[in-house]
Structures are given as C-alpha cells and as structure tokens.
C-alpha cells in the first residue's frame, strides 16, 4: 500500500521560509512522478511543483525562483523549499504521487498525502 506523509508545515512571518518533506513508503520511489499540490481557502487547488524520476523540475508561475521542489531517492522523499513566503502562499500543501508528466504540466496520480498546513501572516 502506498502512504504519504507530508511534513513541516507551520506559521511564518511573510518573507520567511519552510521545507516541506513528503515521505513516501510502499512503492518503488525512484520510479515515480511526484508532485506538490496546495489549496487555499476558498480557492480550487493548485499544482504548485513537479518532479520526474530523471529530476526534471517545472512550477506554477506564482512560485518560480522562490520555491524548488526536489527528491532523494535513498531516502523515499520529496521536499519543497518554500522561500520567500507572501501571505498568498497560505494553504494546506498536498504531496501527490504517480502522475503523468506532459508538456510541462503534471497530471495528478491516485496517491495523496494528508496534507500540512502553511500559514504567511504577521
């Protein structure tokens, strides 16, 4: 059975940072798509990162040079560096596994994590 476990979630004053780590266990990792996800209130969800097994990166236009998705392999997981954090960035993060890789974009797997909360406020 695949489970993932986010992690590092928290409260930070705007133009902080936090690292996400999603752990992932019950599967052959390093032959995953991964990917991370967030929903803010009120707001449909949002691909936020992605990652192929080959380490090819790709991120929605609101994050890039301020996040950077990456995975160890060794370890089974996949982090988020979150740098630079806007009160916009507030959601609750999802780690997303098994997905498809197209033309730039990601299309979620059928494995998700429970989800941790980022909050951005003064």
């Known amino acids: 059975q695949v489970q993932l476990v986010e992690s590092g979630g928290g409260l930070v004053q705007p133009g902080g940072s936090l690292r996400l780590s999603c752990a992932v266990s019950g599967t052959i990792f390093s032959m995953y798509g991964m990917a991370w996800y967030r929903r803010a209130p009120g707001k449909a969800r949002e691909l936020v990162a992605h990652i192929d097994k080959n380490r090819n990166t790709n991120y929605a236009d609101s994050v890039k040079c301020r996040f950077t998705i990456s995975r160890d392999n060794a370890k089974n997981i996949v982090y988020l560096q979150m740098n630079s954090l806007k009160p916009e960035d507030t959601a609750v993060y999802y780690c997303?596994?098994?997905?498809?890789?197209?033309?730039?974009?990601?299309?979620?797997?059928?494995?998700w994590g429970q989800g941790t909360q980022v909050t951005v406020s003064s």
């Open positions: 997303n596994a098994g997905g498809t890789h197209y033309s730039g974009s990601y299309a979620s797997g059928a494995y």
